[in-house]
């Protein structure tokens, strides 16, 4: 059982590698939740209204057939462990080379409090979690699965508790961060560059009251700059950074604009979903406008078919009452209701 993911933007364009026909012996969108359309390219749409680069894709790969009772059980367990459950999914089945596989693709917007939802040690769980199935469902694992090595390709990486909390919280290893602004300093050549590359990360450098320059993270938290550079000494930072040293603001004014930022970001997320919540609606009810008038087009054609057969009913009746035999069998009668008291 191999258990790969990944947060991946560009929604059309997983839809049409999804349903990817020629590279795959049959493709079937077995489930599509969530969401009001009911197809990939519609779905993922509504995806990406809800705000950019927020999808996360997951394949399972079981290394001999499961049933489809098992493969929705180990989805179910997926979206639990990485704390994605109730999120709108979609489900493909591919079988390629005659092995059947299946895609799962999460939107990782929690709708309700209008932000992405966090996935820290996403591969570690499912790692651990590839383990657990396999054994559940009888499974073997491949070599690199079969041993744990978990605890050796960690330890290099080791965290203090109060980074661990951090990481748990905001989804971001302290070794992401660090490539993330080693890379920064190494691709600006001049202060200026560089605070506005940790701009474009969603980082603010700030003076830090003890710690010298700090930057302060997209949820708020306080992190000494000179331990987040891999290679530079403190004061080879402070050679670079002089010259804008008097433009920098305190801790408490990095977080306000972080924090004002966030806002005017949640702000442009909920306006594009409404338009684009607004716009699915208007697509809905033209489509409900096409059927409606298909519906009452052919009501239309039944009453003027029901008219017609009545009509031919009625001459048909008037046809046979017209004849000899009609008309003296009616005078007959007439003539016996006329007569009282006649009884035979």
Avoid at 63 to 68: K, N, T, V
Avoid at 138 to 165: I, V, Y
Wanted: some cysteine.
């Amino acid at each position: 059982m191999i258990l790969k993911g990944n947060q991946r933007a560009g929604g059309d364009d997983l839809a049409t590698h999804l349903m990817n026909e020629l590279d795959n012996e049959l493709v079937e969108v077995a489930q599509v939740r969530g969401t009001v359309a009911d197809h990939l390219h519609g779905a993922f749409a509504e995806y990406e209204a809800h705000a950019a680069g927020t999808r996360n894709s997951l394949s399972v790969n079981p290394s001999a057939p499961i049933s489809r009772e098992q493969y929705y059980t180990a989805i179910d367990r997926i979206e639990q462990r990485l704390g994605l459950s109730g999120q709108a999914r979609a489900v493909v089945f591919h079988v390629k080379h005659g092995r059947e596989h299946c895609h799962v693709v999460w939107s990782r917007i929690d709708t309700a409090k209008m932000r992405a939802v966090q996935l820290s040690h996403d591969r570690q769980k499912l790692r651990s979690l590839a383990r657990e199935l396999a054994q559940e469902f009888g499974l073997p694992l491949p070599e690199g699965l079969a041993e744990d090595r978990g605890t050796k390709r960690t330890k290099k990486n080791d965290m203090t508790q109060s980074e661990k909390a951090q990481a748990d919280e905001t989804g971001i290893t302290p070794g992401q961060r660090r490539a993330e602004i080693t890379e920064a300093f190494r691709q600006s050549d001049s202060a200026e560059a560089f605070r506005a590359a940790l701009q474009e990360k969603g980082y603010v450098l700030a003076h830090g009251d003890k710690r010298g320059h700090v930057v302060v993270d997209r949820f708020g938290k306080v992190h000494s700059l000179a331990r987040q550079i891999d290679g530079v000494r403190t004061r080879e930072l402070k050679k670079k950074l002089a010259s804008i040293d008097g433009k920098l603001g305190s801790v408490d004014e990095a977080k306000a604009a972080v924090t004002r930022r966030e806002a005017a970001a949640n702000s442009r997320i909920r306006q594009r979903v409404t338009k684009r919540m607004s716009e699915l609606s208007a697509q809905l009810a033209g489509r409900h406008a096409v059927r409606r008038r298909k519906l009452d087009g052919r009501a239309q054609e039944v009453a003027t078919e029901q008219a017609a057969e009545r009509m031919a009913l009625h001459a048909a009746h008037k046809s046979e009452a017209d004849k000899p035999f009609a008309r003296a069998a009616g005078a007959i009668f007439a003539l016996l209701d006329r007569v009282p008291g006649f009884v035979l």
